[in-house]
């Protein structure tokens, strides 16, 4: 399966034996800016998580660099298994997100522009965004989150770009568009930001 | 704070010696129809979460009751803190969830038609929705959640109306529609289908 | 090994590729009254766990049918690796909970008559029972567990009814009956009334 | 409320700057006989939880010592929230667990006889018993428990002897015995053998 | 109390409709050069944890940047809480941990020399270190913790420079060195270089 | 892997058919005095793990057996992943425990000594000791731990006695020696007092 927890299980682990240091480290990279031009969204995602350095496996953390264009965006998206820390080491970003439905907290949006060194917390599985404000300037990102194999979920990619499309019966009435509007927008093509 | 864990810890413990079997109890009316025509989505989902029974507190598990009015659904959503699994009482539901993004998994929807009686499973924080697709007959499922308070984010709405409105900035490029389009979607009156 | 954690582990996890729609579906005909007659207790639970619902694995959630015949019960049982959260769809059921030692808390019992549409909880590891009061109604309930593989203990089938019978030494002076008495309960054939 | 995890947030955490050495220590006397007279079983368990020593909340960890008398017992009991490691300090025990059901695990009963300086585990929430088979040597055991608050739950007290008591209509039928029998039963005199 | 567990139920937790965007921000800083001159060691940690930042209560996270002069490090220490997760900056770390004692595995040391943009992990509560080996350039790295209150053992610090001092009896033969050497240890000034 | 949540899922886990009661024994010989001689600290620990006894795997709890010669101690170590509860046999005991740095906590020594029946805490992950404090009495203590697989760093053999060793560049300066006393320390041999 596809989920943390069994991930978890499913990973192979090592006999005590046969680890090395080479399990804990990876050379990642995490400093050089990324192509930010290949995704509309206009943000490159690397994550290093347990697929990519196996020594993370049950230990609940991963680290991601995100590279934003200029007015580029790392789209509204959920972790289904994490709590997401960031802080920014270059220009400057809009960042938001937004509560789940509680006895008065229906969908509250909390947002917060960036600059370099502050920290900001998205907590486990609410939707969230970051955005570059500035029309000339890059932005970049070190984040972290709470499990080893944290999941993304693109939100606009899994509504309107998941493979089968999910039925446009269902998506008109969900997003209160007719269906001409819901086929022009599953036409698009959802590319991911994610590495 | 408005999360799971923090719900736990924020929310009173009763001493033991206060401790009533009505603490245990409700008179939730899990059995009576509700009315799914207040909602546009054409559902009702009546949630005993840890707010209205106070004895889940700390115990993981919560239960609903879901309405559906015919070609009615419980759009796209997802629950940030838990499992939900859903059986049929009334009527046939064609339900789906779309997986995270994994390497060789991009957003793939699995859906299925559930019959009376059947079982499925959405695992946590994945995006899924249940549509009832018959022109006349409504559908009853009872759902159970592995969370004493599992949340509930709908993405239209969280994404739509959000109080206030996500940047328009940030949509269009998001949902790849020319800001028109986005101011129409924000205007829309986005209502919630949970009581 | 045969408890919660192990089974987690001990199950084995499908790679990603492989998972299917129908790793989370269940034809399990909750909707269909089961036979309360070839149980003395007059009753039958089917509980989908993650031996019948793989998809359920590492989920922490389960959900089961009980039906009562009319005088019929669920016995005293506890659940050791889960809390139940229970609500009646047919009938009538009288419910109850006893508590742990604790100071002061010296086994108290809790109980409730529920109706159609009630919810009830009884925490973890205690033991629990529902009756049907009605002399001529069956009744029905739909349960959900926190736990994919709960697990059950039915305390007469488990202290009387073992395999190989627990030495009537202990027996006799747990319970304070003569060993004559105690070899009469455990001669009584002790069937299990879970699917 | 009264168990474990509501226990843990229950009770109250001193500031960090008002702790001292003697939230850790207890002059428990773990190494004096207890009295094993006052108990019908025959044992006496001596459980030191985080009532009694506040540094364990949260922690995860307790610690008992049992007494048994020639042929005493500590009678049929489960823990409803740990697992239990035992070493025996003097004299020897025939201990034993009965398994929850399962696929092909109808209540199995393990047993085994333990002589000083062995260790045994019962698993959480299973039934599980100690008994002394010597006719004239008493027996000691040191226990552990996998929560700072592990309750404990004996059988024939919670099933005969609870406040109140449970409903004859459910125990006569559930325990194969009638109401006559059943009602003798309630009338013994149920005490706990844990202080 | 004082440690992890403790702490999360010991911080308050605000009301859902009292908590603002600012519970989920730090103008933190940790872009800017820490002073690396105050400490001995020659190395600075600037730590985010939930005492910082309050929205981080309960979600198992936290982030640092560290600074090293040339030839400082952040010596031997454990975090008894969390795992964490590093990335370099600017300049290269010679970093190590020693794995805890098992069969075959006593006291394994892990080194690697990291370069800018490497990931390393050191796994929860085991000894580990960074070292800059550089004679003239200072570096930097982002680390993040898999706890929102993760702790810091430095092992010279607490071991010989604890309030009071462990007695001499037990360092001299723990550490073979005779009292005068050991006295001398002790009256070294043992500064803290976390923040 | 070789650390805990790995080793849990590491270990291979029995079908339930196959378990048998002696994967929950072991004749562990808790009550025999140990040898003591052999290490220079002058105690022996003998701890009853999941390697050991395989019936504890996933259940969170171990035992152990520390025997002191007079005068000798279980010298500064850590537990990675457990909580130690302990209670002493035979003599006395003195023990203490340093707390993590923390706002106005800087590595305060908590100490106590303990008597025959006295029961004390080792919260997680804290450097701890006990020392036997007789010229002419050995002591013994029962301990247990909140792991099936808790892990040891004995902080003088980790840090001096790693394999291979840790450079006397880090550790000169760490403990604010000269190399040629670091090479001394180093030189010592550095066993293990663990069974």
Not at 111 to 116: F, I, R, S, V, Y
Request: hydrophobic share 40%.
């Amino acid at each position: 399966m596809f989920f943390n927890a069994v991930r978890v299980n499913g990973l192979p682990c090592k006999d005590a034996k046969d680890v090395s240091v080479d399990d804990f480290f990876l050379a990642a990279n995490l400093d050089k800016p990324m192509d930010t031009t290949k995704s509309k969204a206009g943000s490159n995602v690397t994550l290093i998580n347990v697929m990519k350095l196996a020594g993370l496996n049950t230990l609940s953390i991963s680290m991601a660099r995100i590279d934003y264009a200029p007015k580029g965006q790392n789209p509204p998206h959920t972790h289904p298994r994490a709590t997401e820390i960031l802080t920014v080491l270059e220009g400057s970003l809009y960042v938001g997100f937004v509560t789940s439905n509680q006895a008065n907290r229906e969908n509250k949006l909390f947002t917060k522009t960036l600059n370099k060194g502050d920290v900001f917390v998205f907590p486990q599985g609410l939707i969230h965004f970051q955005f570059n404000p500035s029309y000339d300037k890059p932005a970049v990102a070190i984040a972290a989150l709470s499990s080893q194999n944290p999941g993304a979920i693109t939100i606009a990619n899994a509504v309107f770009g998941s493979h089968p499309p999910i039925s446009d019966d269902v998506l008109a009435k969900a997003f209160q568009v007719d269906k001409k509007a819901m086929d022009w927008l599953q036409a698009q093509f959802w590319e991911n930001n994610h590495n």
